[in-house]
């Protein structure tokens, strides 16, 4: 048997998330905060990048990693754990970097050796994956697409030498890497997490349409730079896709914990909201929106992702923090959307964003500390 590290190293390695996971939503509010024009000279794109890495890549990536080793291996090994915590190094390093120099020599070196040392954990994860043979489809699924992603940072330096920078290809370029990260890894890794904890399995048919359906949906990505029917027809035909082979599994999560029912339904309100995006006049005003944008990312990251990860390490959270957690996100969604409640409210948009994210940021804080304070050994369990 492979030496592995136990549970409770796993619940050792998850802290490391959930620090980044307060971090990056600290700096989420201080950004919120200088946009009312509180900070005069605010370094606002250092920041942007400082903040979207650290929770793209310290929280999100890191506890879904952890998440998969714990459910889907017999253990995290010293040397894979060893590969994990250099990850954690170069987190720290290109958080600083960007702070520092934004897009610049040492964020870009700081960053590409995470993703080299990302890929050789990953394979080890493909390695060592045990048990249902369904399941591992979906966990190699979400490691294929984590190469993929990868693709797009690399067109950058060839573009830029190309002088194409100001092309729409640069910026396409980005968003395959945030696309197949986000709606790939992410995605999957959630999905089969979930899927284990009510006991479905899905079919290798399913796997196919769930992995077919999130490469069409970068067609939504595309109607940034471009304008074709084809595009939009691709975008709908995946988030339809996906919508039909979630609802496949609803029967099964009527008659789970409530928390999980919970998370399936987000899955559910994240696959509708995509086809509307689908919707030619939807996708028009998105692209010229940047506030609906951000409400997009936010539902994904802080009303999918981010409850999904508290739910997993199944550590008791009041009541009332739920409830003042999706108040809170409820609230500055409803202002991205509709910002002309601030008229009504007689106060700005950039004010009301900062108060809702400031509740946010609070509840993610109690949440995580809570965790990192808990002194029992017991940690995640993987059934």
């Known amino acids: 048997m492979k030496a592995s590290l136990h549970i409770t190293s796993i619940k050792k390695g998850l802290k490391y998330p959930l620090l980044f996971g307060i971090i990056g939503t600290f700096m989420g509010v201080v950004l919120r905060y200088a946009f009312t024009g509180a900070i005069s ?50 987190v720290v390093l290109f958080m600083i970097a960007f702070i520092l120099q934004g897009y610049a020599f040492y964020s870009i070196l700081f960053s590409t050796l995470h993703l080299w040392i990302s890929y050789i954990l990953v394979i ?15 966990i190699k699924i979400g490691i294929l697409f984590h190469f993929t992603a990868s693709l797009g940072p690399y067109m950058l330096g060839p573009l830029m030498a190309m002088k194409m920078h100001a092309s729409p290809w640069y910026q396409q370029a980005i968003f395959f890497y945030l696309h197949f990260q986000y709606f790939g890894v992410f995605f999957v890794w959630m999905l089969a997490v979930l899927l284990q904890k009510t006991a479905i399995k899905p079919t290798k048919k399913d796997s196919i349409v769930i992995g077919g359906s999130l ?12 304008d074709h029917w084809l595009i939009q027809v691709l975008g709908a035909v995946g988030s339809i ?31 509708i909201t995509n086809i509307v995006g689908s919707i030619p006049s939807m996708a028009n005003l998105v692209i010229g929106n940047r506030f609906l944008l951000i409400a997009w990312l936010h539902l994904l990251f802080l009303g ?16 009332l923090v739920w409830f003042l957690y999706g108040s809170f996100l409820l609230f500055s969604e409803t202002i991205l959307i509709f910002p002309m409640l601030s008229q009504w409210l007689s106060i700005s948009v950039m004010w009301l964003l900062f108060w809702g994210y400031l509740g946010v940021f609070l509840c993610i804080c109690f949440v995580h500390i809570k965790f990192l304070l808990e002194k029992e050994a017991s940690g995640i369990q993987p059934y």
């Open 124 to 138: 080890r994860l493909w390695k060592r994956l045990s048990g249902d043979k369904a399941m591992q489809r979906l």
């Open 215 to 226: 490469v069409l949906l970068f067609a939504h990505s595309l109607d940034y730079s471009f």
């Open 241 to 271: 896709a996906l919508l039909l082979v979630l609802l496949q599994f609803a029967k099964h999560f009527i008659k789970t914990q409530k928390a999980y029912r919970y998370i399936y339904y987000s899955t559910l309100l994240v696959a």
């Open 304 to 319: 999918m992702y981010t409850p999904f990860i508290w739910v997993a390490i199944q550590k008791r959270i009041p009541p």
């Open 41 to 90: 000279e605010f370094p606002f794109k250092y920041v942007i990048h400082s903040h979207s890495h650290v929770l793209l890549l310290g929280f999100l990536f890191n506890a879904l990693l952890l998440l998969v080793w714990t459910h889907f291996t017999d253990g995290i090994d010293k040397v894979s754990y060893k590969y994990y915590m250099a990850l954690q190094g170069c």
